[in-house]
C-alpha cells in the first residue's frame, strides 16, 4: 500500500442550515466508510480560508496565495490505496464533487 | 430530544436571534452573516473531527466568538442594539455584556422577541410564515419555495420585503410590554396555525418536508406557552390542536407515501403521547371566558381522538362543534368539514345539501377535496356515476403524487364506467 495525500479544494458554500448539515453528514459517512475499508492513513484537517504568502529572496510577506476561492484549499486528509488509479478511484465517493468543487490526488514520495 | 437531523436547522433560529438582538434589527442580515460562518465551520471542523461533545454549545461559542470579533472591528463605523451600543464601547463591559446576552434564558426571550418581531403588522400573513420559517427556522429561500409549492422567485420576493420591514422596524418587538405583548399574540397564534397547516394540509409532494413543517411550528407554539404571558388559554388550546393533529401524521401517509383519511388510518398507528399531550394542554386551556377557534379545532381533535374506531365517532358532538367554529372563523373549507360531518351523522343526502349550501363555494375551486367530498358521498347514496365524475375533477385538481394516487384509487372504486379514462401521472 502506498500513501496519497487529498486536497480538497473549491466547493460552493451551503446556501442553508439544512444542507450544511447533510453535506456534513455526507463528509464524515463517506471518511468512515474509506476508513472502514482501511483506507484512512490520517482523516486529516480543515484549513483557515485565510494565510500569508512568503516569496521572494525578500521573504516579503502577502496575504493568501489564492488567486480565486476555487483553488482553494480547504482541508486534505491522507488516504492508503494500492496506486494512483486506486486512489483517484476512491476519491470519487467524495461529496465535494456535489458542491463543485474538486479533490487533488498526490502520491506521496516514496523513501 | 429532537433528532440530530434538525440540530443545525434549530441553532440556527436560535443563533440568529441572539445575534439580531446584539447587533440590532437593522443588522439582521449581519446576524444572519455570522450565523452563516458558524455552520460552515462546524461543517469543515466537523467532517473530519466527528462531532463535538455537545455540538449546540461549539455552534453558540463559534457564533459568540465571531459576533465578538464583528462587535470589536466595527463598533467605531457601524451602530448596533441602540440600548446594548454604549456597553459595547468599553472592552472593560463588551465581553461580560455579551455572553450575558448568550445565556440560556436570554436566548429562550430571544426567539419570542423574534417571533413577534415577524408577525408585524405591515407583514400580510403569508410574508409573517415565510419569515418565521426563514429566519426562525432556518429555511432557504429553495427550502420554502419546495415546501409551500411556490416559485424560488416569488419566496425570495416576499421574503426580501418582509426582511425589508423587519430591518426597517429600528427595534426588536418588546416582549417585556404586557400591552403590547396581548395585542400581538393573536397574529404570532395565527401565524404558527398557519405554518402548521402548511405542513399538514399543503401541497408539498415530500412527507418529510411536512412533518418538518409541524415539527417547527409545535416548536414555536412551545416555545410560546412556556412563557409566562404567551401562555394563554388560547395559545394551549393551539398547541393541544396540533399535538392531536400530529399523533395522526404516522398513519396519514403510509410508507410507500399514499394518503389514508381519517376514516382508513389504522388508529393503532397514532401517536398516544401526543393525544394525551393534546389531551392535557387542552384541560388546561378550558380556563377562562376566552372561546378561540383553536378551542374548537382541538376539541374536534380530540374527539376523533378518543374514538377507537370511525364508528365510534361522536358525530353529533363534532357538528355541533363545527357549528361554533362556523360562528367564530366561518370559512368555505370549515363549512366542507361541516357538511362532511352532517353527513356521517344524518346521512349522505343532508350532507349534500350542506355542501350545495355553503357560501363562497367559488372559494374552494382549486381545492381537490371539494369534489372529492361530493364523490364520496355520491358514492354513498348508491350513484357511482355521479361520484366518478366528482374524481375525476379531483384527479384534475391533485396538487401531488399522494393526492393523485388518491384520487385515482377513488375514481377506480367507482367501478368501471363508460366515462374518460383519468389521465394519470405516469410519464
Known amino acids: ?111 | 430530544m429532537e433528532p440530530v437531523d434538525s440540530l443545525f436547522r434549530r441553532e440556527s433560529g436560535r443563533l440568529v436571534a441572539v445575534l439580531t438582538r446584539i447587533f440590532g434589527v437593522h443588522n439582521l442580515a449581519l446576524a444572519e452573516d455570522v450565523v452563516q460562518d458558524a455552520f460552515c465551520r462546524a461543517l469543515e471542523v466537523w467532517k473530519f473531527r466527528g462531532y463535538p461533545d455537545d455540538p449546540a454549545a461549539w455552534l453558540m461559542t463559534t457564533a459568540r466568538n465571531r459576533a465578538l470579533d464583528v462587535l470589536r472591528r466595527e463598533r467605531t463605523v457601524r451602530t448596533f442594539a441602540p440600548e446594548l451600543g454604549r456597553i459595547f464601547e468599553s472592552e472593560w463591559t463588551l465581553v461580560p455584556a455579551l455572553d450575558e446576552q448568550f445565556a440560556a434564558y436570554a436566548i429562550h426571550d430571544d426567539m419570542l422577541r423574534m417571533m413577534f418581531s415577524c408577525c408585524h403588522p405591515r407583514l400580510k400573513e403569508d410574508a409573517q410564515v415565510a419569515l418565521v420559517l426563514h429566519v426562525l427556522c432556518g429555511f432557504s429561500v429553495n427550502e420554502i419555495a419546495s415546501a409551500f409549492v411556490s416559485s424560488h422567485s416569488a419566496i425570495e420576493k416576499r421574503i426580501t420585503r418582509a426582511k425589508h420591514v423587519l430591518a426597517g422596524s429600528h427595534r426588536l418587538f418588546d416582549i417585556a410590554d404586557p400591552d403590547a405583548f396581548s395585542a400581538r399574540l393573536p397574529a404570532v397564534q395565527r401565524a404558527l396555525y398557519l405554518l402548521f397547516n402548511e405542513g399538514y394540509h399543503g401541497a408539498s409532494p415530500e412527507a418529510a418536508v411536512r412533518g418538518e413543517l409541524c415539527r417547527e411550528a409545535m416548536r414555536l407554539a412551545g416555545l410560546l406557552e412556556a412563557h409566562a404571558l404567551g401562555a394563554t388559554p388560547a395559545t394551549r388550546a393551539l398547541l393541544a390542536m396540533m399535538c392531536l393533529h400530529a399523533a395522526r401524521l404516522p398513519a396519514r401517509v403510509n410508507a410507500d407515501g399514499d394518503l389514508h383519511t381519517l376514516f382508513q388510518q389504522d388508529r393503532s398507528k397514532w401517536d398516544r403521547a401526543l393525544v394525551a399531550e393534546g389531551q392535557r394542554l387542552l384541560d388546561l386551556s378550558a380556563t377562562g371566558s376566552e372561546l378561540s377557534e383553536y378551542h374548537v379545532e382541538a376539541a374536534i381533535a380530540w374527539v376523533h381522538a378518543r374514538a377507537p374506531r370511525t364508528e365510534d365517532t361522536e358525530w353529533k358532538s363534532i357538528v355541533a362543534m363545527y357549528d361554533k367554529l362556523m360562528a367564530i372563523r366561518p370559512s368555505p373549507v370549515v363549512a366542507l368539514n361541516r357538511a362532511i360531518a352532517i353527513a356521517q351523522l344524518d346521512g349522505p343526502e343532508r350532507g349534500l345539501e350542506a355542501i350545495r349550501a355553503i357560501e363562497d363555494s367559488d372559494r374552494l375551486a382549486q381545492y381537490p377535496f371539494y369534489p372529492a367530498a361530493v364523490g364520496e358521498l355520491e358514492l354513498r347514496r348508491g350513484r357511482p356515476a355521479a361520484a366518478r365524475g366528482q374524481f375525476q375533477a379531483a384527479l384534475g385538481l391533485a396538487r401531488n403524487g399522494a393526492e393523485r394516487r388518491f384520487f385515482e384509487q377513488r375514481v377506480k372504486s367507482c367501478g368501471v364506467g363508460s366515462g374518460e379514462r383519468p389521465a394519470t401521472e405516469s410519464a
Open chain 1, 1 to 111: 500500500m502506498s500513501e496519497f495525500l487529498y486536497l480538497y479544494r473549491g466547493a460552493q458554500r451551503p446556501a442553508s442550515p439544512q444542507e450544511a448539515q447533510l453535506t456534513m453528514q455526507k463528509w464524515m459517512t463517506w471518511l468512515q466508510e474509506l476508513s472502514a475499508k482501511g483506507h484512512i492513513k490520517d482523516n486529516g484537517q480543515p484549513l483557515e480560508p485565510v494565510g500569508k504568502l512568503v516569496s521572494g529572496k525578500q521573504k516579503t510577506v502577502t496575504d493568501g496565495p489564492f488567486a480565486e476561492t476555487k483553488d482553494l484549499v480547504g482541508g486534505f486528509s491522507i488516504v492508503e490505496a494500492r496506486d494512483l488509479a486506486e486512489a483517484a478511484e476512491l476519491s470519487k465517493g467524495c461529496p465535494i464533487f456535489e458542491r463543485d468543487g474538486f479533490v487533488e490526488v498526490r502520491p506521496v514520495m516514496k523513501m
